[in-house]
């Protein structure tokens, strides 16, 4: 399996072609997500390469003629290869320096609403983040570096389900402190969001309400309230 590694980061190095590097992002992520555990002996050379991937990606971002969509496919396809591997390694991938310099700038990138492929990299860089901290005791300090691009997120509204599960891990992992600055920001979004399942609860009972309300008027007025379902018809007996 290392050869097999090296062979495609080798390819990797010498791919001048986004889409080309996405697929072989993607195979690598494939490998990572099949091998398990399996993938610890070939951490060094797997984490070795990632820099290299970043660096080019950065490169191509800072062209003048970079497709934003290509990009954001490269930056997903690296991401979910630290997901992956984070994931199955754990301990031993998030303390792998090169993992931690690719890793840490690429979340911060992807939930950075001023960058424009932020729209598309958010749920699988919230994704890597809550990995990251689901693996560890407590929460790295680049992690808490993350915090200003999350209060950021929540102003924003989209993806708050995802960034409250987030936040639920920093308090698990005694970081509730590192929250205190946005407390107010955190505030307002869960304020909002009770608002919006308070409403989304009261339209449901009012409509069902409603719907009792008719069914009783019906039945006061002798009508069926339920007309796909007729009366019965029962024939006259005759006393002939």
């Known amino acids: 399996m ?15 072609e986004v889409e ?46 970079a497709d934003t969509g290509a990009l954001a496919r490269l930056h997903s396809a690296l991401m979910a290869v630290i997901t992956h591997l984070i994931g199955k390694l754990r301990h031993s991938a998030m ?9 840490y700038p690429l979340i911060s990138y992807a939930t950075n609403l001023s960058n424009p492929e932020a729209e598309v990299l958010i749920e699988e860089a919230l994704k890597c983040w809550g990995v990251a901290l689901a693996v560890e005791p407590t929460v790295a300090p680049q992690l808490v570096g993350l915090l200003p691009n999350m209060s950021n997120l929540l102003r924003r509204g989209k993806d708050n389900s995802a960034v409250f599960q987030i936040l639920e891990a920093y308090l698990l992992l005694q970081a509730g402190q590192a929250l205190q600055p946005y407390g107010e920001v955190i505030s307002a979004a869960l304020t909002n969001a009770i608002t919006i399942v308070s409403q989304a609860v009261v339209a449901s009972c009012g409509g069902q309400q409603q719907q009792q309300q008719g069914l009783a008027a019906a039945a006061a007025a002798g009508q069926n309230p339920n007309p796909q379902n007729p009366k019965p018809q029962h024939p006259g007996v005759s006393l002939a």
Do not use: D
């Open 20 to 65: 080309s590097s996405v697929r072989l992002l993607q195979l690598v992520s494939v490998i990572a997500e099949a091998a398990g555990e399996r993938l610890q002996p070939h951490l060094g050379a797997l984490a070795a390469a990632l820099p290299q991937v970043w660096q080019a990606s950065t490169k191509h971002a800072s062209g003048g003629n």
């Open 95 to 103: 303390a792998n320096e090169q993992v931690q310099a690719v890793m």
């Open 2 to 16: 290392e050869q097999l590694l090296q062979h495609v980061f080798g390819l990797l190095g010498r791919l001048s």
